[in-house]
């Protein structure tokens, strides 16, 4: 089993910035990737970055490209979230999630079976 717990959440401006947390305790050794998703109030999950552990690579939806860094400090088994030039449709609920096997991509990060409760980013204009 794997624990995560995220962190950092809060409220910022339009155009602020933000870094989320997500530490993972537990049986981390099979970790394949790491990523966050998000939920917002009558909106669907959605896959927002993703980071493999073992050799880094990274993904972004579309919708963050550009603005959002996934990494990773594997020798503190956390991932962050760094979120820059904040718009008010990234308020959402921001959940960490971790699975032992990962195709490559975003799209599925909201089925992986290891998620956090979450962290509330509200971003106001």
């Known amino acids: 089993q794997v ?4 962190s950092g959440g809060g409220s910022v401006q339009v155009g602020g910035s933000l870094r989320l947390s997500c530490a993972a305790s ?17 909106k669907e999950r959605e896959g927002v970055a993703q980071i493999f552990r073992r050799d880094g690579d990274t993904f972004y939806a579309d919708t963050v490209k550009g603005r959002f860094t996934i990494s990773q400090d594997n020798t503190k088994n956390t991932i962050y979230l760094q979120m820059n030039s904040l718009k008010p449709d990234d308020t959402a609920m921001y959940y960490c999630a ?22 509330q980013v509200t971003v106001s204009s």
């Not at 624990?3 to 995220?6: G, I, K, T, W």
């Not at 537990?26 to 009558?42: E, I, K, L, V």
């Not at 096997?101 to 409760?117: A, H, S």
């Open 3 to 6: 624990q995560l717990v995220e």
């Open 26 to 42: 537990g049986s981390t050794y099979g970790t394949d990737c790491m990523g966050w998703f998000r939920q917002a109030p009558g």
């Open 98 to 119: 971790a699975a032992d096997f990962c195709l490559r991509g975003v799209r599925r990060l909201t089925t992986y079976n290891y998620r956090g409760q979450g962290t």
